[in-house]
């Protein structure tokens, strides 16, 4: 016993090791960790072959999606998918169902038989949720539009992909009463969840929230019992995990819930990584170069081309359609949770499966970089993207009146939402402009001017009258979109006050420097707290020149003492 515990503790010390100097490396040549434990994965096995009992390693990876998919439930406010909600649903079922039927065929005209090239179109028609989520949430892009986007799809295919493995399952004797039965338990369970979430959870963490140690062991609990729970029924961990999460999400203490956890799941995370580099076969390579190559593009090019094809369908501009796009160029989890399922049955070969992990790793670390340069990415895309102009937005442009806006709101996010609410009395006099095609439709019935589209668009810029306007507020916290507005405002412009969104101190300044009036810096203020300056702007009770001031001085102090990413209070 102690033997096998030494060599568990030996292989894991190693991984570690290696890992941290790996992503060491990485980290100082600015390349995505990702690859860091990819590459860990592969030199210690089908390379060097340091650690060959992987066994262990792919279990405890196992508890790592478990823990990623357990935050990223606690973490998704449904709510926010409600202005996504038909491109998510009905446009994720489309791109899950185009995705199949292509990757079916590919797969028919490469040779593989008919169940093969099934379980190819599967696999080829899920992204990783794992990966994504975790790569948007460190961006800070999990609440903008095609975060929402990705996040809604994302959704879907793990459901689907959930009733996917129990029909291939089953799939030598299957029955719609099998798959009824299926759906009945499914329901059944995440009617337990919501029940618990709304009853019992906030009883028990309430007592639980008084002591960290219980608060953190109590959490798990929940997490292991509707993992076990979901498995036990047929299900995979995973989704019992995202379950749990989605149950515990509306808790109070959910973030204190997730803080805890982090730590647990990059570190089984990276065991997953790892096992994933672990699982080559460079055989493979060599044997199946031309299926790799096909499979691959068809990953990385036809099913981004697919999603933005539908995204522009649903009449989303070509930045926040291209942006969704790209972020979900990949295989994911499940459709390696497929493939081990498909093997284990025999319905598929160790070849298929191997190439599976192949173009796995391959996607994701691609995806890394796609998302980590996705506003470059799009750039040089600009003018090819312009086929997509094609998608008609007419009646997404709402203008009830000649007299012309002399308020404009740039973004209706959550900061947006509350500004608004407070210039309520001055409606008549707002223009809003904003890219999600849901938004502007729910605008426009609340009687506001609206203009459909991106606001760096010269067109859009032009229908602004930036000329006759007495303030422009945005709430898009990218930096190069700003400035830009800023730059157009004062070249025609003197005298508008500018309010304008910055995620980071360092943005901030530079926004003041380039003529800013106000930077909203939503980590230290929400949109109330704007609307309120703008308000008694207004009425002429505070001097903005003054608050801006005060404002530049207190970020500057907050830069000095290093305070770069204040906790959110």
């Not at 990485?26 to 066994?55: C, D, E, H, M």
């Not at 076990?228 to 989605?246: E, N, T």
Request: proline share 2%; hydrophobic share 50%.
């Amino acid at each position: 016993m102690v033997g096998v515990t030494g060599d568990i503790f030996v292989e894991i010390g190693v991984i570690v090791v290696i890992a941290a100097l790996t992503a060491f490396i990485l980290r100082i040549i600015k390349q995505p960790q990702i690859l860091a434990y990819v590459l860990v994965g592969i030199l210690i096995t089908p390379v060097f072959k340091l650690v060959t009992n992987s066994t262990i390693i792919e279990s405890m990876s196992t508890i790592g999606v478990a823990f990623l998919l357990f935050i990223v439930g606690m973490e998704m406010e449904l709510k926010k998918l409600k202005t996504v909600t038909l491109v998510s649903s009905v446009g994720g079922i489309i791109q899950i169902i185009l995705t199949f039927v292509f990757g079916y065929l590919i797969a028919i005209l490469l040779g593989f038989l008919n169940l093969e090239a099934a379980y190819i179109g599967l696999m080829l028609s899920f992204s990783s949720t794992m990966i994504v989520m975790k790569l948007l949430s460190d961006k800070r892009e999990l609440s903008t539009l095609h975060g929402r986007i990705v996040v809604g799809i994302l959704l879907l295919q793990d459901i689907i992909a959930i009733f996917a493995l129990s029909i291939l399952t089953s799939v030598n004797g299957f029955s719609w009463t099998i798959f009824g039965f299926a759906l009945l338990k499914f329901s059944s369970l995440f009617g337990v969840a919501y029940l618990f979430s709304k009853f019992l959870f906030p009883k028990y963490f309430r007592f639980a929230a008084k002591n960290e140690e219980l608060l953190l062991i109590s959490s798990l609990a929940v997490c292991f019992i509707f993992s076990l729970a979901f498995q036990f029924l047929g299900f995979s961990v995973a989704i019992g995990a995202f379950v749990a999460g989605i149950a515990l999400g509306n808790l109070e203490y959910s973030f204190e819930i997730a803080a805890k956890i982090k730590s647990l799941r990059d570190f089984f995370s990276l065991l997953f990584f790892v096992s994933l580099g672990m699982a080559l076969s460079l055989s493979v390579l060599k044997d199946m170069w031309l299926q790799l190559i096909i499979l691959l593009l068809a990953t990385i090019i036809l099913k981004p081309f697919i999603i933005m094809l539908i995204c522009s369908l649903f009449r989303y501009t070509k930045k926040p359609a291209f942006l969704t796009a790209i972020s979900l160029a990949q295989i994911g989890e499940f459709s390696l949770i497929l493939a081990a399922q498909g093997l284990l049955l025999g319905h598929i070969s160790q070849d298929l499966f191997s190439l599976t992990v192949i173009v796995t790793i391959i996607s994701i670390t691609l995806t890394s970089y796609f998302i980590q340069y996705d506003q470059w990415f799009f750039k040089i895309s600009e003018k090819p993207l312009k086929i997509f102009n094609m998608f008609t937005t007419e009646g997404l442009e709402y203008l009830p009146t000649e007299v012309k806006s002399k308020i404009i709101l740039c973004g209706h996010n959550r900061i947006g939402y509350s500004i608004l609410r407070k210039l309520h009395k001055v409606k008549k006099k707002i223009l809003v402009v904003d890219y999600n095609p849901e938004i502007i439709a729910m605008m426009v019935k609340e009687g506001y001017h609206c203009i459909y589209g991106n606001v760096t668009d010269e067109e859009i810029i032009h229908k602004m009258n930036l000329s006759e306007i007495t303030m422009l507020i945005s709430t898009i916290p990218g930096i190069d979109d700003n400035l830009h507005l800023i730059r157009k405002l004062r070249n025609v412009n003197h005298k508008a006050k500018i309010f304008v969104t910055a995620n980071e101190i360092e943005d901030a300044l530079k926004l003041y420097k380039n003529g800013a009036d106000y930077v909203i810096l939503p980590h230290f203020l929400g949109g109330e707290h704007v609307g309120n300056i703008i308000e008694q702007h207004r009425s002429k009770k505070i001097d903005l020149k003054q608050e801006k001031e005060d404002h530049i001085k207190h970020l500057q102090q907050r830069k000095d003492v290093g305070h770069e990413h204040p906790k959110q209070t």
